[in-house]
């Protein structure tokens, strides 16, 4: 028997040897390729075994960073003010990440190429590996008063400002919203059940209303159908057009009308059949003059105006991805469409950093700058790594034009009978904006969203804000105080440095 | 030691008799093996020590301090680990030195992995216990493994002698074939994880099979002994092979068809591949044919590939193993196989230090995984450390097998010391990937009393077996010529 036993010895010899290469293939040779294969949690949970860079705001106040923890994971996010900034930093979660978190991953993380060298030096010098620290555009003041105005509506809304000369957006806020904080246990239960609980909250505090929610920009459009006019070269403001108090419609029984069914009259149009000069009637909103310009103008003009102004844009990033904002095609150029579309109804679409981009490219003398949100990135031991550098989006419209639009938006402040006169004006500061009371619903039976764009200081424009509060009412009463408290808190924050 | 090794007679008198009467008449003493008693009390201080390191270490990474359990964890685990080594000085003084060392190194080990296990909790959520588990796991551990050096203690006393073991051959036969049986019964077995190999007695899950395989490794050793010469009767011979004679066939099948039933009442694979494994080599020892390795591998591969064709739980199996990467078996069914390869791939060649890992992604990592997690947390070296402790222990298991003199036990012992590399073979090579996955225990590592337990069993018949071998023979000593006084050894 010993002769089968030593035999068999030997099989079990070979057994083990097999498990000995098996074992030696698995750890020795595969490690890399396994560390890439899908659903593999070790490698995604080991971003939090080092330190995630932080982001910063403009004036250097840290809004995410990492936490020396106890436990397995050696570092946890922080959020310090985390609804304020949640639709800017997005949340950094044991399975996905949203907004900064998402888009600056590499740098955040530390796994990009440029820091290849730096997390070299201080794996050999034994320094714990560090993310690069990530500063934004946006400006904590103008952000802190812009979240908490939101809030203070208590209706589904965004508000974003952008530095008309640069393109650097300067606060982003977004309100009902989420607590990124949430986002960052460890609990992979605890954070199914917060993600299940936001992702199915009917008040969609993961929507970023500030660029990935499109309302109907209401009157507010009239700056793209005015800017048209002006490119035509037949319109100036002092243009007289035609202002009936009810505008007929071809091809349909309605009619267009005006607010509240109002005249459309400065004194020189008694009959409400007559004309009124074209700044007039931007000041005071009248439907049926830029209804009726519209028409004459034609949706191709429009659309081309629009596009320039950054509409019908799908690729926009700041680096978050922008939905766009849209100019809607007009079925067989159809007239009475085309008049609706021109006072921003129909299907006319934005975004509250559209609205923003509109007074932004007239107070930047036509010149629309692309926006963003990232102004640098400072490896850890503060080499940089990247730096914002502005970029023109596109000509929106000619100096020229610029100057004359500017001029009947200053008019919709200053004079006293322009609608944002009664909540926009200052003493101190020269705004010049448009608002914009948008009808939404089955025939038109939802509450009104109030929109509001504007620019400040006229002289010497550094804020432009786009402002939406849904279901808001009049533009000028719900957006308007919101946009003039942004504009205060970032001017202040400016004049103290 | 074939050589004097009587064909045929399990009884072992006439050998002794023989051998003694070829020992040379010697003037000076002959010198008396030694026992290596000493050498492994040295040896199992060097283990106990390496077990209360590695437990200081989980304690230190995942910590920061040194455990506060380590006190009465560690003077349980030594005085059990004493007390085994003290029973063997008493009951088994010749029995091989290097294997209580070596059972007592993984069992510690394992104790160790799953307090580490306990500590983290599923997901790493130190709130949440992984399934299977609870937080008091790691005592429950120690339990199982007092219950276990128990019963280590008391195969040595009951069995003096392995050959009266055979004496009670078919019994085992009956007891083994009822453990296995057992499970199978409607209402009596539990499925967990698509195989009924559980059942429930006073609230703990025990696992009758992994006694089955030591009652049937007695079963098998002494219907064979008595067998053999049957079976080794050669009929025609093909291809350079002596096919046995067509009706001798009938043990094999009958062991065949028991190890498919297995398969097909309880869907498990790796027992039945056990059972099957055992009863083939050990009917190579006692027979020396290779044509019945050759019918019963074919048998069993035959078998398996029908099973795996009519039944999803073992064609399943195949899918994991052939494509764990695809994308819809990721998430699936090949999840648990591809989080203890990843687990394994992190670790790398050194590991991350125990405690600094994340087995605890790998479902079951405290049991049929926990190779996975020593892997991942000691790497391929100390994984490659673990086998060939397996390894060795098979190897005095084995050396136990060639050393014994009677027929019976030789071929208990191969077959155990078979088993027990098998079992370790069919586990590490599943986890690895190098064969199909199929849930059975680490011998001694992983969590639950019934393989723990079944594992002490095991070595405490190997090491009776090779205090037998071992153990010196009578000395005669020549007095004034005539007068024969025999001194026991």
Known sequence: MNHALR?????????????????????????????????????FSQQYQFQRGSIITSDNKVIAESVRVKGIYSYQRRYPVPTTYAPVTGYDSLYSATGIEQTEDKFLSGSDPQLTVHNLIDLITGKPKRG????????????????????????????????????????????????????ATFDSAELRQIDNHYRFAHSQPLLNRAINQTFPPGSTFKVVTGSTAFTSGKYTPDSRVYAPTNLKLPGTSKELINFDNLPCDDGSNPTGNGTVPLIFAFTVSCNTVFGNLGMKLGDTAIRQQAVKFGMNDPNLRIPLPVSPSVYPPIPGHDPALTAYSAIGQYNDQVTPLQEAMFSAAIANNGTL?????????????????????????????????AADMSRMMVNVVKSPQGTAHNTA????????????????????????????TCFAPVGNPQIAVGVIVKGGGLGADASAPIAVKIIQAYLASQAKQ | MSAVTSPGQPGEPAARATRTSLRPVQEIPVPMPRGRRQTELAMLAFAIGLVLFAYASVGLSMTGRIPAGIVVYGIAFTVLMLLAHLAIRWLAPWADPLMLPLAALLNGLGIVMIYRLQQSGRDGNSGRVISTMSTSSTALQVVWSTVGVAAFIAV????????????????????????????????????????????????????????????????????????????????RRVLGIDLPRARDLGPVLIAWGASLLILIFETDIGQSALFFGLFLVMLYIATQRTSWLLIGGGLFVA??????????????????????????????ISYQLVQGLYGMGFGGVLGTGLG?????????????????????????????????????????????????????????????????????????GGVTRLIPLTGITTPFLSQGGSSLVASWMLIALLMRISDTARRPAPQPIQEEGLTQVVRGG
């Open chain 1, 425 to 452: 004006f200052l003493p101190n500061i020269a705004i010049a904006a448009k608002t914009g009371t948008a009808q939404n619903g089955a025939n038109n039976t939802g509450l009104d969203d109030a929109v509001f």
């Open chain 1, 132 to 183: 690069a620290t990530v500063q934004l555009t946006v400006n904590s003041a103008a952000q802190t008063t812009a979240y908490n105005a939101l809030k203070a509506s208590g209706l589904p809304s965004g508000a974003v400002a952008i530095d008309p000369k640069t393109g650097a957006i300067l606060a982003l806020a977004s309100y009902p919203t989420f607590n990124p904080n949430k986002y």
């Open chain 1, 369 to 401: 700058m692309t926006p963003y949100m990232v102004q640098k990135v400072t490896a850890p031991d503060l080499t940089p790594l990247f730096n914002a550098q502005s970029a023109v989006l596109s000509q929106a419209v000619s100096p020229t034009v």
């Open chain 2, 356 to 428: 600094n890992g994340q087995p605890y992604w790998t479902p079951l990592v405290q049991s049929d995984f926990i190779i996975t997690a020593f892997g991942e947390e000691l790497g391929l070296t100390g994984l490659m450390a673990i086998l060939l402790i397996y390894g060795l222990i098979v190897q005095r298991g084995m050396r136990a097998a060639v050393a014994v003199r009677d027929p019976f036990s030789k071929l208990l012992a191969g077959g155990l010391a078979f088993v027990l590399a098998l079992q370790v073979f069919v586990i590490v």
């Open chain 1, 7 to 43: 035999r068999i010895s030997l099989v079990i010899l070979g057994m083990f040897l097999l498990l000995l290469l098996g074992v030696n293939y698995v750890q020795g040779f595969e490690p890399a390729s396994l560390a890439v294969q899908r659903g593999n949690a070790r490698t």
């Open chain 2, 156 to 235: 040595l006393a009951v069995i003096r002698e392995p050959r009266t073991l055979q004496r009670y051959t078919y019994t085992f036969g009956v007891i083994g074939l009822v453990l296995l049986a057992i499970p199978a019964l409607p209402g009596i077995g539990t499925e967990v994880n698509g195989a009924k190999v559980w059942i429930s007695v006073g609230g703990f899950s025990i696992q009758p099979g992994e006694f089955a395989k030591l009652a049937l490794a007695v079963f098998f050793a002494g219907y064979l002994v008595a067998k053999r010469d049957v079976l080794s009767l050669a009929g």
């Open chain 2, 303 to 332: 078998g398996a590939y029908v099973a795996s064709q009519l039944f999803g739980h073992v064609g399943e199996r195949f899918t994991i193993w052939l494509h764990p990467f695809a994308a819809q078996n990721v998430y699936g």
